[in-house]
């Protein structure tokens, strides 16, 4: 169970947005609101659409990049 959440961003990425990843020991969870988006989590690659959400960390642990 979720008990609180940390913060909350809203971010608008131009279409060839590229970001190399990070690790830390908190999840995050990534929504698609418009457009599409790639993630990659480990060896975990999924291309996300508009009204899609998923938790990277849940794949392989803590190390996850994006691209717009």
Known sequence: AVDRLY???????????A???ESHDFWELLY???GAVEVT??????RMSRSRMV???QWSGTFSSMMA
């Open 55 to 57: 938790l990277p960390a």
């Open 7 to 17: 913060s909350v961003h809203y971010f608008e990425w131009p279409i060839s947005y």
């Open 19 to 21: 970001y190399s990843g």
């Open 41 to 46: 989590a480990g060896d975990r690659r999924r």
């Open 32 to 34: 698609v609101d418009k």
